[in-house]
């Protein structure tokens, strides 16, 4: 079975770093290409970031470019965002997602003073 | 970017009868390559993190029902249901991963009348 497991939210002043962390289980996960996605609260989906499986590269959102980082550990099969100069406005539930297959559950990220 | 448009916003429905989405895409879908269609479909619950329903056009997802079934080519696309269940009850979000950045439509949300 398949298993995402989103962790690493909280509540962060803006202009904070945090870092989302997703353990994956049930796949090959060197292999996959993996994303993150979020949902601002009441809203819809909105793509943040994509990391290619076997060394290709990474790419993001013109909301989060040059403030997010992905990377990725596959000797742990764990999917990670780097946050830094968090804005209110990136306040939403992130999930870590196989794009095309499983999601996670997703964490909240909420960005206040 | 590639926009994706959905129709309609809201879609009240009554159990057992067919129901469709519609969702538009500004540029087709389909990659010259591999001749793949990279379209996916998503059902988000109350509650819950999005779930997937379709990918690549027509692949139903395991333990998807025969009662989901997606029409349409390049640019033009309708999810069907063809007896709605009281389980189906949430947001559709369609997805396009031709290119990046990956973006979503705006959802609809299916209720029962």
């Known amino acids: 079975d398949v298993q995402l497991s989103e962790s690493g939210g909280g509540l962060i002043q803006p202009g904070g770093s945090l870092r989302l962390s997703c353990a994956t289980s049930?796949?090959?996960?060197?292999?996959?290409?993996m994303s993150w996605v979020r949902q601002a609260p009441g809203k819809g989906l909105e793509w943040v970031s994509a990391?290619?499986?076997?060394?290709?590269?990474?790419h993001y959102a013109d909301s989060v470019k040059g403030r997010f980082t992905i990377s990725r550990d596959d000797s742990k099969s764990t999917l990670y965002l780097h946050m830094n100069s968090l804005r209110v406005d990136d306040t939403a539930v992130y999930y870590c997602?196989?794009?095309?297959?499983?999601w996670g559950p997703g964490t909240l990220v909420s960005v206040s003073s | 970017e590639i926009v994706l448009t959905q129709t309609p916003l809201s879609l009240p429905v009554t159990p057992g009868e067919p129901a469709s989405i519609s969702c538009r895409s500004s540029?087709?879908?389909?990659?010259?390559?591999?001749?793949?269609?990279?379209l996916d479909w998503y059902l988000q619950k109350p509650g819950q993190s999005p779930q997937l329903l379709i990918y690549t056009l027509s692949y139903r997802a395991s333990g998807v029902p025969d009662r989901f079934s997606v029409s349409g080519s390049g640019t033009d696309f309708t999810l069907k249901i063809s007896r709605v269940e009281a389980g189906d009850v949430g947001v559709y979000y369609c997805?396009?991963?031709?290119?990046?950045?990956?973006?979503f439509g705006g959802g609809t949300k299916v209720e029962i009348k």
């Open positions: 049930g796949f090959t996960f060197i292999s996959h290409a």
């Open positions: 990391i290619g499986g076997l060394g290709a590269g990474a």
């Open positions: 997805m396009q991963r031709r290119e990046f950045p990956i973006t």
């Open positions: 540029q087709s879908l389909m990659d010259s390559d591999d001749g793949y269609t990279y």
């Open positions: 997602a196989i794009l095309g297959g499983d």
